[in-house]
């Protein structure tokens, strides 16, 4: 019988349990998990079970082949087992929302293969899954590997690292979403504010943040040239805005307005609620730790003068010069040196203002390139200054003249780098020191 005072049930088949013993085990001298008191038929031949449901100290939930070697302490209660089913299954709510409810939303190209065989791809994947999710974003560059490998390099280094900053980030990448007119990024991030505890952390380092990026697009303004940022969070910050702007140009063009595209989810009370969902969905994304410097694929390049403001936080450097190289590369792919270089010297002089809300703006600019390149220009010039106004035709006249999936990755991806590396080249340089160097 169990000593005086033991706190375990007592049951006919004894040890406490409502499983008889069975034979064949070789435990000697099996004892009361609670008390350590001798069972009246301990034997050689005796083999208890644990004694409720519960989970004991070698981890086994029913059966515990190490009894009693695990016994809990005298007059101890065992733990329960964690309850794991809730984690699991909203894990496999966002894997389902993600590979396939979200993949919906991506326009004007195929919908990505998740499964693909390129090893490119299929690494880059199985790093977004573990540490993001295979956001469309993302995905929607399947088409161009080197992009997205280049593009989730300087995203994981400046967005995903370090979580206890992850409010702040999320705070720019709202701000800049509703500068650009990204209803898809605003609803996105509305709800990974909420899962990072931006809620709950809102206070003067917040309101910073979001008064800096409100600013990103009035070069020379005070509050863009002297942010009241704390110094180490300032190049994962630059960085992060500087990657919505880019982010905000690709989703305007090739995402529909909701996350999920169902019927009245563009709507503001659509948006409202996709925006908390995705704080209940996003919770594991937004506190997972990624250790820097090890993104799935990496290419060595030069950190564009641009980015000089990260050259202090060199896992972050390395990011974002992948990423301008990957960009470099694919606007000399998909588009001839004159298209681009009329791009880069429109660009030039732009200095933050909004285009005009026809697209006579356009005409002009493209009327000294022939006529078979004219499409192909008009497209980069509207991802650069204004993604929201490219639309069906546009995109069906450049397939007419052959552009694929990829060729319509590549120009746009170049664009939208190319108007946020000129976006980034307004933020101030001195300012910036960077976690990694600071100890």
């Not at 693909?116 to 540490?131: F, G, I, M, N, W």
């Not at 792919?333 to 005009?356: I, K, M, N, S």
Request: hydrophobic share 45%.
């Amino acid at each position: 019988m169990p000593a005086p005072g033991c706190c375990a049930p007592t049951w006919s088949g004894w040890p406490i349990s409502r499983w008889r013993s069975q034979p064949g085990s070789s435990l000697r001298k099996a004892s009361c998990t609670f008390c350590r008191a001798m069972p009246p038929t301990s034997s050689t031949s005796t083999r208890w079970r644990c004694s409720r449901p519960f989970s004991c100290r070698c981890s086994s939930p029913f059966t515990c082949s190490q009894w009693p070697r695990c016994a809990l302490m005298p007059g101890q209660l065992p733990r329960p087992a964690p309850d794991r089913r809730p984690a699991m299954l909203m894990k496999r709510i966002e894997n389902f929302m993600f590979r396939h409810a979200a993949q919906q939303g991506i326009r004007h190209l195929a919908r990505p293969d998740l499964g693909s065989d390129d090893p490119t791809l299929r690494a880059l994947y199985r790093q977004l899954a573990e540490e993001f999710q295979t956001a469309p974003p993302m995905t929607l560059h399947a088409s161009a590997p080197a992009l997205l490998a280049g593009y989730w390099h300087a995203a994981r280094e400046a967005y995903v690292v370090n979580p206890a900053g992850r409010a702040q980030r999320e705070a720019v990448a709202g701000e800049v979403s509703r500068l650009n007119t990204c209803p898809y990024c605003e609803t996105v991030h509305a709800g990974m504010f909420a899962a990072a505890g931006g809620q709950r952390a809102e206070g003067e380092s917040l309101r910073a943040a979001r008064a800096w990026a409100a600013a990103t697009l009035a070069p020379g303004s005070a509050a863009l040239t002297h942010p009241t940022i704390p110094p180490e969070d300032i190049p994962q910050i630059f960085a992060t805005a500087m990657l919505f702007h880019y982010t905000n140009r690709m989703a305007s063009v090739f995402l529909e307005d909701a996350p999920v595209p169902l019927p009245g989810m563009a709507t503001r009370l659509g948006q409202r609620i996709s925006a908390r969902a995705m704080a209940l969905m996003a919770r594991r994304i937004a506190r997972h730790d990624a250790p820097p410097g090890k993104a799935a694929v990496q290419r060595r390049a030069d950190l564009p003068a641009a980015f000089t403001w990260a050259q202090n936080t060199p896992h972050l450097a390395a990011g974002l010069a992948h990423f301008a190289r990957a960009a470099g590369e694919s606007g000399q792919e998909a588009l001839p040196a004159p298209v681009r270089a009329l791009v880069l010297d429109h660009l030039a002089t732009w200095q933050g203002e909004a285009p005009p809300i026809s697209r006579a703006w356009l005409a002009p600019l493209v009327a000294p390139l022939p006529a078979d390149r004219r499409p192909a220009a008009r497209f980069a010039l509207l991802v650069a200054r204004a993604a929201w106004q490219v639309d069906d035709g546009l995109i069906d006249d450049l397939r007419r003249r052959g552009a694929s999936d990829r060729a319509l990755v590549q120009i746009a991806g170049w664009a939208a780098f190319a108007a946020a590396r000129r976006i980034a080249s307004w933020f101030p340089a001195a300012q910036a020191s960077g976690k990694e160097n600071a100890a």
